[in-house]
């Protein structure tokens, strides 16, 4: 098909100093979870978004000298010529598919501990960052930076540079952003320094002038030079020369970079979850910086519509769209827009578990794209699929949740005649009641993007308000059985071993299906999370929404505990105290009786009493996986029919993120009957070329 004109503009090449981008799309520097450790596998995974047609794909972060060490948070290192060839790599692959290649040069300052290197880490004025925040909690502080610091951190930047040059990057980043080194020096927080590099503004920016200069100096004229800067703080600041700080720092390096990306200041407001964010909603931010450079500008937002990459072009907001998320969700993105085919994006639903895969220290998950980190190591392409031998046998999917619906529509791809049967009237599994919690409608995607891609595939035919039983499926003869029949939420209690045990003898007591069913409740209403993620904190906010009055209860020291890993816990906090819930962390209850709950104080043992006639317990999940053992069960019948294998995905196998279920459903479709039976394929390793000397001293 063709490209829409409207979109045409996307497709324009930018010029970024020396170097030309073939159109308007730019794959961010963003965190990969795989280091100089993977580096066929890093290699792959970027080079998935050159073919997918970006104009620009960058790196992640990456360390200029040991003295920046983020470990154990996985970054990448550009320290020595292995490195080079480890990233040499990736510009080559980039390079293949006629993509220019970023490096986003890194210096931690004051936010990383380097307990690699054990040497303290640096800072202006010995200011560490967020020293409470579960991410960087330390008990070292950085030391301050005397002028030799300052001197060799710029030489770093100078060699690093020439080293990301020599390994074939065309665009080299200075990154003053999200709490690094030169962040630090441009704010009064962190930099107390009475010498040139603190006081006035003038002074601030004195530090990052340098790094430009540097950096420009190694890139020779053959590299572009970039500079990634965090703005929301300085925008929040006065300035006596401009409209804010912020305006003042770009009006004086204005033209100095041949590149402004720019972005907000912490995890939670620069990578904000679609719960609690829109999409674009860095945009009062960043607005401005176009208005005060010649230099081309490029910001993220979450973008997945073309019509509003195209807006931000024409409002002049930016020159070109950035995306993180969008290119893991869809590393064809751009080439689906210039082939007319829109609605084949995959879109990014915002849930963040691709940033939790960083937090996690391991390579990239994402819920919409399984396929992303698997490029080499498992050999799955985004867009192909292995085709069925024998011109595909008859595969029947029990259950379209997410598990169900990726795995019937891969194999469908594959050339599976598929059945899909679903039993109640709509497709989609839990996505039907928790894409209509508070936030959720963008996850929505998961489901609509799927039923669109199965609707066009003849060998496939979906049945809703179908509940199988085992004979019916013995009646229908299929070779190979899948079963995606989820799980359920338990009303267990959490025991004082931390697992879920004991129940409650009241009729009051309640779990997230029986909400999705529209029970209806009594206040107050009491939601018990020991699930620690998302679902307790929405259904609390969705039943306070609905008017109820609602005390959320943990024996967590925080509410959503695991919501850290995806940067919503501020948000939740945020989200809960607007709708009215009262909190109660570090609380377990212990037992239910007129209209009352006891507590127990989780580190103390010491015992409250809450107000409570419905108590909504979320926690524990058990497989729906009963069809599953009587069909197993029906050895014979099973035989005489023809099934040659009946397995179970997702929540039916390990209750899990959507995020799994997506994964497990379409790892059994793509390795069915292929021989592979979800063994790692292959295993990478870094480039070394260690001397012999060294490495006898070394083993
Ligand atoms: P997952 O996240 O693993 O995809 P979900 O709970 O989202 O799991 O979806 C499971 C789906 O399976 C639900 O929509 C449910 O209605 C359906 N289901 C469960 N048992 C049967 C059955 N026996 N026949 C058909 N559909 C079933
Ligand atoms: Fe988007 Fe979620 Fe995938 Fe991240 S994990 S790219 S937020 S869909």
Not at 20 to 47: I, K, L
Not at 224 to 230: N, Y
Not at 582 to 595: K, Q
Not at 644 to 649: A, L
Request: a negative charge.
């Amino acid at each position: 098909m063709a490209r829409n004109p409207r979109y045409d503009i996307l497709f324009d090449p930018v010029r970024i100093g020396p170097v030309t981008a073939r159109n308007r799309f730019y794959a961010v520097p963003h965190a990969s979870g795989m280091t100089n450790a993977m580096p066929r596998m890093r290699a792959a995974f970027r080079e998935g978004k050159a073919e997918g047609g970006w104009g620009v794909v960058c790196t992640g972060y990456v360390s200029i000298d040991p003295g920046s060490d983020d470990a154990p948070l996985p970054y990448a290192t550009l320290w020595d010529d292995d490195d080079v060839r480890s990233h040499a790599l990736m510009t080559e692959a980039v390079h293949r598919h006629g993509a220019l290649a970023g490096i986003e040069l890194w210096h931690g300052g004051g936010c990383v501990m380097n307990r690699l290197s054990r040497t303290p880490s640096v800072s202006p004025s010995g200011t560490a960052w967020m020293p409470t925040h579960v991410s960087y909690i330390g008990n070292q502080r950085p030391r301050v930076m005397q002028h030799e610091d300052i001197r060799d951190v710029l030489e770093a930047q100078k060699h690093a540079a020439r080293r990301a040059r020599s390994a074939g990057f065309d665009i080299l980043y200075v990154y003053a952003g999200m709490g690094y080194l030169p962040y630090e020096f441009l704010l009064p927080e962190w930099n107390h320094r009475t010498d040139a590099y603190g006081g006035c503004l003038a002074n601030r920016v004195r530090f990052v002038r340098e790094l430009l200069e540097v950096t420009h100096e190694a890139a020779g004229g053959q590299c572009a030079v970039a500079l990634r800067i965090s703005l929301e703080e300085l925008r929040a600041r006065p300035s006596e020369h401009a409209a804010s700080e912020a305006h003042e720092v770009v009006q004086r390096l204005a033209d100095l970079p041949d590149l402004w990306d720019v972005k907000m200041d912490s995890e939670t407001s620069d990578c904000a979850p679609s719960r609690f964010a829109p999409e674009g909603s860095h945009e009062p931010v960043i607005a401005f910086v176009k208005s005060l450079t010649h230099k081309p500008v490029v910001g993220v937002g979450r973008f997945t519509s073309p019509d509003a990459m195209v807006g931000q072009i024409r409002r002049g907001v930016l020159d070109l769209i950035g995306a993180a998320r969008p290119s893991i969700a869809d590393p064809f993105l751009p080439r689906k827009i210039d082939e007319g085919r829109e609605e084949d994006i995959r879109e990014c639903i915002g849930c963040n578990i691709c940033i939790s895969s960083w937090h996690d220290g391991v390579p990239v998950r994402c819920t919409q794209n399984p396929t992303i980190g698997e490029e080499w190591r498992r050999q799955w392409h985004p867009e192909r699929v292995p085709p069925a031998p024998h011109g595909g046998t008859t595969v029947l999917v029990v259950g379209g949740g997410p598990a169900g619906l990726e795995c019937a529509l891969t194999l469908g791809r594959r050339g599976y005649e598929v059945t899909l049967a679903e039993a109640a009237d709509e497709l989609g599994g839990r996505l039907r009641f928790e894409t209509r919690l508070p936030g959720l409608a963008a996850w929505s995607r998961v489901l609509d993007w799927r039923r669109s891609q199965l609707q066009r595939l003849a060998n496939v035919s979906v049945y809703r308000g179908n509940r199988l039983g085992a004979d019916d499926i013995c009646e229908l003869q299929p070779a190979h059985v899948v079963l995606a029949t989820g799980s359920r939420w338990m009303p267990l209690l959490y025991s004082p071993l931390e697992v879920p045990a004991g129940t409650l003898d009241s009729p009051d007591v309640y779990t997230p299906d029986d909400v999705a069913a529209g029970v209806a409740l009594e206040d107050p209403v009491v939601v018990f999370d020991f699930d620690n993620y998302y679902m307790g904190s929405a259904v609390a906010e969705h039943l306070a929404r609905s008017g109820r009055i609602v005390r959320y209860v943990t024996p967590s020291g925080y509410v959503s505990a695991w919501a850290v890993m995806t940067n919503e816990q501020p948000q939740t906090y945020r989200a809960l105290s607007a709708a009215g819930v009262e909190l109660h962390t570090l609380s377990r209850v212990e037992s239910f009786s007129s209209s009352e709950l006891t507590l127990v104080n989780t580190f103390t043992s010491a015992r409250t009493r809450l107000a409570c006639r419905s108590l909504v317990i979320v926690g524990a999940r058990l497989p729906n996986d009963a069809l599953y053992h009587m069909l197993t069960a029906k050895h014979e019948e099973r035989t005489a029919a023809g099934i040659v294998s009946v397995t179970r995905v997702g929540d039916a196998l390990a209750p899990g993120a959507i995020a799994h279920a997506v994964y497990g459903g379409h790892r059994y479709a793509r390795e069915l009957e292929t021989g592979d039976s979800g063994r790692i394929v292959r295993r990478d390793v870094p480039l070394r070329s260690m001397s012999a000397p060294e490495t006898a001293r070394h083993a």
